[in-house]
């Protein structure tokens, strides 16, 4: 073999490791459309809670604090059906999904007793029900994570919650809208009847991830 098909020879051989060699410093791969829906559901609250605060009109700010009401609620249902069907299921969008549903509920609701006077009374119960219920989830989700239980994804109970949460707080901004706008004169019933849903379901969801996961905790640790 002259020196010619050698330096020929090298070459090839250097060409094949340089394909088999492992590329160094390439792209990142982004953040995934489900979790990038998240993010967008947190960034939309502040809109949500701005309608509320700052549009005096009861008929306009009703209306248009329940569409950007359930535009904000609908990414909830889209990120999850998005993950699930093209397996995009991530750690953070397990914890960071039911964090911005939590940021989503308790504005709603918070700016709902503020801002509905006939409903206040059962709107401030609602409130300390789903914080505490909340608080509870929570701390739990905490103490999985050190386990093997590891992160606890939202179950079917967790989602019902979530849906009947979403409905009675676009249903009472509609009701709020209509009746303190004088479009109807009514007694509020839809709004009451999905608010005693809200508590029923929130606290049996509660019941439900304590039954599960409550062998996780460990009193002595």
Known sequence: MNEKDLS???KGMAATQEKKAPKKGGAKKGMNLPNKLTVLRVLLVPIYVACMLYISDPLVCGFVSAIVFVITAATDFLDGSIARKNNLVTNFGKFMDPVADKFLVFS???TLAVRVEALRGILVWVCAIVFLRELGVTSLRMVCATTE???VAASFFGKAKTLVQDAAIA????????IEGRIIDTMWITSYVLLIATIVTTVGSGIDYLRTYGKY????E
């Open 8 to 10: 020929i020879e090298e």
């Open 108 to 110: 709603a609701f918070v």
């Open 149 to 151: 239980a590891g992160v």
């Open 171 to 178: 249903l009472v901004l509609v009701e709020y809208a209509l």
């Open 217 to 220: 905790v460990n009193p002595n």
